[in-house]
């Protein structure tokens, strides 16, 4: 299915349509509005919270471990 929100504001309905693995149309006449939803949608910790689940640790490619090779 495919989900429209004519007065799609910060962008609730389409982040939970994703999240449901729905298409979303969000249309709204603010742009600084649609740049909130675009992010609200993407964002890994947004999306964690509309799956009521835990937000998962940020891994930055390239990065090591502190504690990495260290024995006990």
Same mark, same amino acid.
């Given at each position: ?10 962008? /609730? $309905?389409? &982040? ?15 742009? +600084? ?7 609200? /949608? $993407?964002? &890994? ?15 930055? +490619? ?11």
């Amino acid at each position: 299915g495919v989900v429209l929100d004519p007065f799609g504001g910060t962008g /609730t $309905t389409a &982040l939970v349509a994703d999240v449901l693995g729905r298409d979303a149309i969000h249309v709204d006449l603010s742009a +600084d509005y649609c740049r909130l939803a675009e992010w609200r /949608t $993407t964002d &890994l910790g947004e999306r964690a919270r509309a799956m009521q689940v835990e937000k998962p640790e940020p891994v930055i +490619d390239g990065q090591m471990d502190l504690l990495e090779g260290l024995s006990a």
